[in-house]
């Protein structure tokens, strides 16, 4: 029997059937050895085959994962050499990012989108909290969302508290399939219960010794509503790159792409070639230097990006 992955808490994971029964299964332990580097062999978003669980009643067993048209990964930690899927079979990644408790800072924006680019998702990014904002604030947003728009990444500028700017959210994610990412606490379960009031996602304070967003959503957990399916993830306070090799990082920055092939050398990696035509892109600010530095950063694996 075939049924889709909605929820993983480690050891146990939600499945509902292609006829809408919704079970707790458990991955049969042969099956749970296949790669001992992945800190989560299943992800939510997963097609899987399971049968009865002989010892549990009401239970199933994961058999079987069928193959995966993409996924979004990330290293565990920084401390670990695991890696960890966030979700899979996505047809869109959502940053939900913000200017204030807490901060999103463009080196994590872009090294999710870099992500996405590298495993063929298309991206989007949202930029909540203008309730927030004065408008010096609201203004650096709306020219943050123009310049991702520019490179052509669909964006959104509004409160999920208001309301502001979600409807024509909501409209976008209509019949699609999207992973919520972003820093714990800003504002990703908020949004889901304005889109989607039904979903009843849980709801955190930010905390206000470190404006730091307190972990509301402990694991990844799938939410279908309408045709529309969203998947709630926890939140992230750094994201390492993983399997993106350094001669290929370039391309996953759509201006690079551009200007690559008016560079000296085939293989230029855009750090000390001469003649080299994107770091020439940046030097005209054709490029946005601070995309640069990101890319710079992503380079050389550097860990200062939360």
């Known amino acids: 029997m075939d049924a889709l992955v909605l929820k993983s808490t480690g050891s146990w994971y939600q499945v509902e059937t292609l006829d809408g029964i919704i ?3 458990r991955i049969r332990g042969k099956f749970r050895l296949v790669e001992k580097d992945i800190s989560n062999p299943i992800a939510v978003g997963d097609l899987v085959r399971i049968e ?23 290293k565990s930690n920084k401390l670990s050499s695991k890696r960890q899927i966030l979700a899979s079979n996505l047809d869109l990644g959502l940053m939900v990012a913000s200017l204030v408790a807490p ?5 994590f924006i872009d090294r999710f989108l870099a992500c996405c680019e590298a495993y063929h998702i298309p991206a989007a990014i949202f930029f909540n909290k203008t309730d927030l904002l004065e408008d010096d604030g609201i203004e650096l947003s709306v020219d943050m969302a123009k310049e991702y728009s520019d490179l052509g990444y669909e964006t959104f500028v509004g409160s999920a508290t208001t309301g502001h700017g979600t409807e024509e959210l909501k409209a976008f994610l ?20 304005k889109l989607y009031p039904e979903s009843l996602a849980k709801v955190g304070a930010i905390s206000k010794t470190h404006l730091k967003g307190k972990h509301t959503t402990t694991f990844a957990q799938m939410y ?5 399916r969203i998947i709630d993830t926890p939140g992230i306070r750094d994201f390492g790159l993983v399997d993106i090799v350094k001669q290929e990082l370039a391309h996953t ?3 690079f792409r551009y200007h690559m092939s008016d560079c000296k050398f085939n293989d230029c990696l855009h750090i000390n070639e001469p003649e080299c035509a994107v770091k020439s892109a940046v030097e005209q600010q054709i490029i946005n230097p601070e995309r640069y530095y990101s890319y710079l950063s992503m380079f050389h694996n550097e860990d200062s990006f939360n």
Request: charged share 25%.
């Open 174 to 193: 209509f019949n699609k399939t999207s992973l919520l990412a972003g820093h714990s606490g800003v504002g990703k379960s908020t949004l889901l219960n």
């Open 253 to 255: 920055f759509p201006e």
């Open 52 to 74: 009865e669980d002989p010892n549990f009643e009401d239970t199933a067993q994961i058999v079987e994962i069928y193959n995966r048209k993409n996924y979004i990964i990330r």
């Open 103 to 107: 901060s999103t800072s463009r080196g």
């Open 23 to 25: 079970l707790e299964a």
């Open 224 to 228: 279908v509503t309408n045709k529309t």
